[in-house]
């Protein structure tokens, strides 16, 4: 078989740590194309891996044709450039959050679906193997069914993590749209759907920006939610956490308590009613500052390989999408919002 | 001096673990009189301590006029027992939550003023150990600003715990109005109010029935809180935490994080920026299992004998009472409520 | 349901701190019979429990014609006690060794059958909840084929345990026939069968006496197993672990390692080649010193009152013996005996 | 003093990780010459080290006339290369199993003698500092006798260590002849007649390929031993060991358990019927992961510069061999073999 | 063998805690008196062990003429009460500091010697199982010679310990003489003597009253030691450990460091320059919250049995308490005195 | 402003691992000289740093005309070259112990003091953070008064740490005057008078060489001093703590014992009356083997831009001096000394 010419859009930190070295162990994967406004960015990752580099994806779509390409550029450019893509013909990876209005993604969504091409979102907590021992332990049965939960994800803020450091685009709301929500929240929310196997019926939320400096992105948000199942709980992101970097899940249930990522050697660790522990060593939940492979890159590229459907569907990015846009819209009206999906 | 002479109404498990105890070690304290509906539990303290055994409050007031009062009914009943004790003549301590409207709250710190007589409410968790230090600690500004915090609260609910278990007045709406909110989440109120030295601004929540049988009062509940400083957090009241039982409340702050209650050794851990931890063991904080001593008669006893202001004012409990009665009405109205204080 | 009617033969240590009180906390069971030849010991237990005492038990059968029967005495007994006990129509819960022979086994399970009467044998390891939990994970496949393992059993010797001391039966060869292999081994042959749900198709064994003082019984063995499947390992049973008190099963498989009653406090530990590793905290297993609930009799019961075929029938309980036997056949005659079943 | 000439044969794994590098840093050696088939191996050594490349042993011996030799190579080799080495009047290191029949190893200590050079064993257990630690505690008799024991030798396999990974000699039965038993079980049979020092009287054991692929080596062995002073225990050797790696020993006593290897920190635990318990931190075991000193060299070179008996003769070789044949012999034949000494 | 004839003079905590115990428990003993001034203490000794109680023990000796004699009185009691009982030909324990001064020492042991009577003193510290350990290790020669030593006995003062709190004997100088030096520092002097077989040659002080009230008792002593080997060290008494009790020693040898109690669990804790580290658990120091067996009493009750040498004589108590009046006539002249033993 | 010009004298350890880094980083200084006897070293720094290479200092002083330097010979140079880099108009840093007897520090402060330049003793033991925060801790009164002490500093003696191994200048006595006292024991007297804010009244010690070979450098030393405040404690400097290397200091105070150093996570640890635990991980104390910065460069070059006092001031090094000199005395004359400030 040949390989899969992928191109690369958007050459941040994010191409940098995930995308870009885990398609270069991909054997079934030839990078193809770089693309970024900074061609030097660009130019560096084509002289490392071959291939060419353009400053506009545009250009690169037309010259290149790619069989596939990863989206990582910033927030607001998602969706025109997924669409772009699409059009050309190519199966799209697009970053988290997937869009920044529910129009946007409905409209990837649509335009996959018209061009029969394969749309992913880059949801990778999925796929960390604590969260899928949990998973599985959940669908033993062996909790019964969730009641309460907690789930957040805080550190220092993207400020060390981007390449740009304070000068990134996550602080440039016309550009970012969402802060810590659109960077961190979309995470859990997608993660507790996911987890818990069902959806949010019912979210409210204070968002706001607390202590980073000039910038209007939020830096902070606590929200309530009620599922569809009845299990209420809180979802918490921040970009404030300068100590107490925190990526955890816990779960109350019928039969005991599920604690995900609270305990730096046993990642699950589950106490039952009857009196027995069992905790699970499975490897750690990827932070800002251990970046372990996401598993979504080769999961992209197997659902092509493969023909199947992609492991994080356009579906569950804009379900996940929706959660954090009516956070926002709690904060905007005052009013406990009902989600749509 | 002669000694102050002390009634006890309602002789359920709060009065047998910690009123009753406190006042019969404390020297400065005669009890003189018990009163339950059930009049056995009544004259069985009678029995052990002196005094007199009633069934009818009012009757003891007359009978008996006691310097002072702790009123540990079910809270339908504290604000008239209060009002009624108040006109008698009788210092009140009343347990949390002090009422069930703010009207009441408000009707009974006016009787104290009226008659001149003392008014407590029973907050315990502001003289827990761990509490006190981490007070002192954010006093003195190492922290900086509190950015984010989550507080909670959460035990297998007071089916073991009460005199009655299943059949505890706790489970019976009508008599406590609220429950696991009432019992629970006004604890974290007051203590996140007084930590902070704060006002809560804006409350949101859910609150529900989830898993307790045969009851219609809330046996959970997440709330988010904003604070009139800006800060935002959570709060959770729970009484199905079957395990991973949980008092425990975190501050993310400018400077670093402090934890308190999470850790069974070191109850206050403080973590700065400059990478120096300081850890504290106070002595532990209070659980359903472990009854330590509330430091509350003790207080309420020390402001009758000096004349000076109760350790938890009337005004205080009304002000960590509203925090609840407004996450209840948002419950009911789908709307994030304007705390009015 | 009118009650179950049981008799106990045999008022010793194990009688004393199992069979007893675990009849007496089943609500199914009535006590009816104690039998002791140091009659004293009855009559304690029927002045405690109600019934009657007697030192000779073929004549308890005759007056009290019980329901059921447990047959706590030196192994010799057990045959003859079990034949008589099925043919005055009683179910028989016969303490391991079941028997001292495989034909004294045969015939138990015969005269079971001809009187229509249950006959369980007490092999409680398989109920303690760490092989429950280990057999259930086996189960799963996770671990894969079982290649090698090791099982032992040893603590300082009965001399402690026994409610006669230096002078219990199980000194005496003529009573006890078998020493350290009749107490421990066997309770080991049967969990390694039953864990691994294979049977020894081999067994050589060194037997003997090596420092209990004034006993022929022996107080060490050291036994290699192979199974049907493949599998090899090796059994120890020791009366003379002083220190080191051992019951511990450990399964090197295809997919990795299960350390079965290993540490003290994660009681099943099992460690994959992909590097996961997954803790157990089930409860302990029982030893010498801690007398957990056996299981044992409760199982009898039920299978009495359900008519369900005991949780250990004789059937098993002859083939565990079987490798016992063989061991001493293997350390009489210097050869590898293979089992036959 | 003129340095030791040194010539190593065979330059697989062992003389890699051990023979050359601690006869480099001897400085009463000088290595003369390498010998291997692959004549590449030997060429790289005789680059870093000085000295010359040979592929045949022969040759070498008549051109290099080397004062003193290591012998490295598969075990079916180390009889007839000794032999011939110590005509060309060579001091011989053989490595273990020091040949493949008793026959073999009674010739080699044969032309041992007749040539008047040492002949050494490469039994490095015995130096090992915690086994060292173990015999002089024992030595001192505090233990009292010893009553049963239990050793095992078990990692994943020479797959991953030898140079030739799974096409290594050690998977062709007609070079290797003895697997795991070879490779391992030879360092127990050493370990356990010199720590106790005391003779095998009589082994079965269990021997067999149970998941190695394309070959007859033997991976797994279970072995009963039976001392000369009466004690009896187990020997495991195992190449299936793929988590749960194990190199340990433990000794029940009569006065209390020696355990061995059993503890990542604390490498020889004594605990005494008298309560006391002793800790021994004296540097790790060797495995196949941490390749510490052998001292094995060394001891060989100072044997030879002071004409002293080798620190592990041939004779002392012979003996813990014929332990490991004698238990092939007892799977051969389904017999507990009586060990000839 | 008749029984030894005891009588206990002084009944106060020493008495009560070990030696009327460790006498009641002593077979070979029977008490016949005991004598306090404070008579119901006396009394109920009798009471509960027979024998006789007196207020005066002249009287005592003359009536019951006991075959020996326990003196656990206040300080400057000690010489009159030994050489008193010894005329009256009883064996004599006295308790440490045996006198409080040099001349009153040489005058007991000359009258023990006149009237051939054993004559033991009190110093308990050298047999405690870590002591004894760390002597056991000194005397292998392992650890070379010792240079430099800290040894430190502190707590909170005998307010809490004795029978008579703050009003007891300790705190009346008239009385005791000696305040923490003669509780606490003579157990040391005494043990670093015995540890090292060495004498002090060289002492300097600082003693002083630093924080108990209305006492001139010392409460705190700062020591320098030199031996006659020339190891010089720190000893250090104090009666204001009130946190942080220390019972320590630690000692710095040619060969590396011995940690003698400075550790809950590992008593003796040996690290050597080659790197090993050994580790002992032997059983607890005695403190004065923890009053484990002294040993004492059964070491003074068989060397009158066997006639022997008493473990620690009238000569080696005289010795270690010269220290401790050197180190106050230091204090006393502001000089470094040279001790004369 | 332009950068302060900085010489180094003496270019040994001391200079290798603090002086030369630090000003290295400080962006306020340009290295300008380096001066050494030994050329060849002064030459290597001037290389990596520019500047000159001087083998004279007084040559440098004239060639170059330093603002600043640092004085790093053997304790013999100091008091001549800090004079006469006064004279040339140079600030000075000079090492502990800052002169060798009490009239060359006087000297060296009326030379900075005539000479209008500031004088700051290497005094970094202050600096280090658990220092800090014991200070911090003790001068908010929580602990009470200080009224005995533990301060101790050893480790296995200059050979291992100095450039020239044990021909190092220490180990010289005509050049070193002192030997572990003036390398360590005077950090401990400044520490004890820096953390108590007192001053030592009377010492006494026994120093000595003990183990060292050919040097008559002290290599041991015992002391006891009394504080103004009435404080007594102990001093101890060691150079053959060849293991149980120490650097710690306890304090037991009226509430209750704080340990600095004593633990390797918790490097201040308070302990209170009231049962509170306070523990405080503030980054460890520099040790020979791990050279943290000193603090002591940047705080000497902020005392020169801000013309402020410098941290450690002349008269602060003599006070700190003095203890140690008449220590020297003690031992000398076999006195107690009162220590005249």
Same mark, same amino acid.
């Given at each position: 078989?040949?390989?899969?010419?992928?191109?690369?859009?958007?050459?941040g930190?994010?191409?940098?740590?995930?995308?870009?070295?885990?398609?270069?162990?991909?054997?079934?994967?030839?990078?193809?194309?770089?693309?970024?406004p900074?061609?030097?960015r660009a130019?560096?990752?084509?002289?490392?891996?071959?291939?060419?580099?353009?400053?506009?994806? %545009?250009?690169?779509?037309?010259?290149?044709?790619?069989?596939?390409?990863?989206?990582?550029?910033?927030?607001?450019?998602?969706?025109?450039?997924?669409?772009?893509?699409? %059009?050309?013909?190519?199966?799209?990876?697009?970053?988290?959050?997937?869009?920044?209005?529910?129009?946007?993604?409905?409209?990837?969504?649509?335009?996959?679906?018209?061009?029969?091409?394969?749309?992913?979102?880059?949801?990778?907590?999925?796929?960390?193997?604590?969260?899928q021992?949990?998973?599985e332990?959940?669908?033993?049965?062996?909790?019964?069914?969730?009641?309460?939960?907690r789930?957040?994800?805080?550190?220092?803020?993207?400020?060390?993590?981007?390449?740009?450091?304070?000068?990134?685009?996550?602080?440039?709301?016309?550009?970012?749209?969402?802060?810590?929500?659109?960077?961190?929240?979309?995470?859990?929310?997608?993660?507790?759907?996911?987890?818990?196997?069902?959806?949010?019926?019912?979210?409210?939320?204070?968002?706001?920006?607390l202590?980073?400096?000039?910038?209007?992105?939020?830096?902070?948000?606590?929200?309530?939610?009620?599922m569809?199942?009845?299990?209420?709980?809180?979802?918490?992101?921040s970009?404030?956490?300068?100590?107490?970097?925190?990526?955890?899940?816990?779960?109350?249930?019928?039969?005991g308590?599920?604690?995900?990522?609270?305990?730096?050697?046993?990642?699950?660790?589950?106490?039952?009613?009857?009196?027995?522990?069992?905790?699970?060593?499975?490897?750690?939940?990827?932070?800002?500052?251990?970046?372990?492979?996401?598993?979504?890159?080769?999961?992209?590229?197997?659902?092509?390989?493969?023909?199947?459907?992609?492991?994080?569907?356009?579906?569950?990015?804009?379900?996940?999408?929706?959660?954090?846009?009516?956070?926002?819209?709690?904060?905007?009206?005052?009013?406990?919002?009902?989600?749509?999906?």
């Amino acid at each position: 078989m040949s390989k899969l010419r992928v191109a690369v859009i958007g050459c941040g930190s994010i191409a940098k740590h995930r995308h870009i070295p885990e398609y270069a162990e991909n054997s079934n994967v030839e990078l193809v194309a770089f693309v970024d406004p900074v061609i030097e960015r660009a130019q560096q990752y084509a002289n490392e891996h071959g291939g060419q580099a353009f400053a506009d994806y %545009k250009e690169m779509l037309a010259a290149v044709k790619p069989d596939a390409v990863s989206v990582c550029t910033p927030n607001y450019l998602h969706a025109e450039q997924t669409i772009e893509s699409a %059009k050309a013909g190519a199966h799209v990876l697009v970053e988290k959050p997937m869009a920044v209005t529910d129009e946007e993604a409905a409209a990837m969504i649509e335009a996959a679906k018209a061009n029969n091409v394969k749309l992913m979102v880059g949801h990778n907590q999925r796929f960390m193997p604590p969260h899928q021992k949990a998973k599985e332990i959940l669908q033993t049965g062996v909790m019964g069914k969730v009641l309460t939960f907690r789930t957040s994800f805080g550190h220092p803020g993207p400020d060390a993590w981007s390449i740009d450091g304070a000068d990134s685009w996550f602080f440039r709301k016309e550009e970012a749209i969402m802060g810590a929500m659109g960077d961190l929240g979309v995470h859990k929310s997608d993660l507790i759907r996911w987890l818990l196997d069902d959806e949010v019926s019912e979210v409210a939320a204070f968002v706001g920006t607390l202590d980073k400096k000039d910038t209007e992105s939020d830096d902070n948000a606590s929200c309530i939610l009620r599922m569809q199942s009845g299990a209420i709980g809180t979802l918490v992101a921040s970009w404030t956490y300068y100590k107490g970097e925190d990526n955890s899940t816990v779960l109350w249930c019928e039969n005991g308590v599920m604690r995900i990522g609270t305990d730096p050697v046993d990642q699950v660790i589950v106490e039952l009613r009857d009196g027995t522990i069992n905790k699970y060593q499975t490897g750690e939940i990827s932070t800002n500052e251990k970046q372990l492979s996401s598993f979504v890159v080769e999961k992209f590229v197997d659902s092509i390989i493969n023909d199947t459907e992609p492991a994080v569907t356009g579906e569950e990015g804009r379900a996940s999408l929706k959660v954090i846009l009516d956070a926002f819209e709690s904060q905007a009206t005052g009013k406990v919002i009902k989600v749509q999906s």
